[in-house]
Nanobody, 124 residues
Framework: QVRLVESGGGLVQAGGSLRLSCEAS????????IGWFRQPPGKEREFVAA????????RYTDSVKGRFTVSKDNAKSTVYLQMDSLKPEDTAVYYC?????????????????WGQGTQVTVSS
């Protein structure tokens, strides 16, 4: 089981930036895909981005391509989600999650471990 601890959410104006962090621990995280998901108010949880810890490949949902960047720091066992040019529609609770089942999957049900979530609010 992978344990995930998120940080970095907050309130920002439209056009601003935030960086979310997801610190991972546990014996399988080095073989995991780490995904970022978000759940806007009153809506379903949706895929944002993912990175393969071992291979380093990444995947993004279309609405964040060119604005968000997912990266990792092996020495710190941490995955980051750099969010630039933020829009009010990016407002949501953001979660990181880990899976060893499918590389770079966008399906929440395939992720085994989840962080506690962090609120991101973008004002217009």
């Amino acid at each position: 089981q992978v344990r995930l601890v998120e940080s970095g959410g907050g309130l920002v104006q439209a056009g601003g930036s935030l960086r979310l962090s997801c610190e991972a621990s546990g014996r399988t995280f080095s073989r995991s895909t780490i995904g970022w998901f978000r759940q806007p108010p009153g809506k379903e949880r949706e895929f944002v981005a993912a990175i393969s810890w071992s291979g380093g490949g990444a995947r993004y949902t279309d609405s964040v391509k060119g604005r968000f960047t997912v990266s990792k720091d092996n020495a710190k066992s941490t995955v980051y989600l750099q969010m630039d040019s933020l829009k009010p529609e990016d407002t949501a609770v953001y979660y990181c999650a880990a899976t060893t089942k499918v590389v770079l999957t966008t399906t929440p049900a395939l992720y085994d471990s989840w962080g506690q979530g962090t609120q991101v609010t973008v004002s217009s």
